[in-house]
């Protein structure tokens, strides 16, 4: 049977809290993706316009990469982009 990770990132604790419910329930491993700088308590206000969260998801750049080419990356971008409004899409890539 193959192993199931949940990987996470949680500024605030609250997505934490999910996450360890669900990898609890499925039987997967659990994986905390931490900032090489902690967030203080300030830095996750997405109500603020210069907070660390906004301006962290705003201006980026993606490269989508698959390591799998058996069903072609077809349009995977378009299906991405409405999760990172602003963000410049580079082609995707099959490894």
């Given amino acids: 049977m193959a192993k199931k990770l949940a990987a996470f990132f949680s500024a605030s604790g609250v997505t934490k809290q999910a996450a360890g419910k ?5 039987g997967e491993d ?3 993706i931490k900032p090489v700088q902690p967030y203080t308590k300030a830095d996750p206000d997405w109500t603020n316009k210069k907070s660390r969260s906004t301006l962290e998801m705003t201006g980026k750049t993606i490269s989508p990469f698959a390591t799998s080419g058996g069903s072609g990356y077809g349009r995977s971008n378009k299906g991405l982009e409405p999760s990172a409004a602003g963000a410049k899409f580079n082609p995707g890539r099959m490894m």
Avoid: G, R
């Fill in 30 to 32: 659990l994986f905390e």
């Fill in 22 to 26: 669900l990898a609890k329930q499925e």
